[in-house]
């Protein structure tokens, strides 16, 4: 069974950072990618990054780039983001998410499988 746990939201002022994780299992981590995403209440998911460990691609949306930094540990089963400089409009829900093909994208119609959530707060 694919399970991916967030972790690692709270709440943080504005120029501050947070690392948020994200803990994989029941798939074979090298092979797939790890998608992270945000939502606001009454809003779509945004697509924030995405690692493909296979062959190391990495993308970013606009809204984050030099900020946000995505890593893996494959012996660990983790991909972590790394948030700095952040703002009042950082603030969302953060989803990790995987998809059995080796397509590492933005778009959450892509992914399979999503996590629970973590709550990430930016206070101005």
């Known amino acids: 069974e694919v399970q991916l746990v967030e972790s690692g939201g709270g709440l943080v002022q504005a120029g501050g950072s947070l690392r948020l994780s994200c803990a994989a299992s029941g798939f074979i981590f090298d092979e797939y990618p790890i998608g992270w995403f945000r939502q606001i209440p009454g809003k779509e998911r945004e697509g924030v990054s995405c690692?493909?460990?296979?062959?190391?691609?990495?993308y970013y949306a606009d809204s984050v780039k030099g900020r946000f930094t995505i890593s893996s540990d494959n012996a660990k089963k983790m991909v972590y983001l790394q948030m700095n400089s952040l703002k009042p409009e950082d603030t969302a829900v953060y989803y990790c998410?995987?998809?059995?093909?080796?397509?590492?994208?933005?778009?959450?119609?892509?992914?399979?499988?999503w996590g629970q959530g973590t709550q990430v707060t930016v206070s101005s």
């Open positions: 998410a995987t998809l059995r093909f080796n397509l590492c994208g933005l778009s959450e119609r892509l992914y399979e499988y």
């Open positions: 690692i493909s460990k296979s062959d190391n691609r990495i």
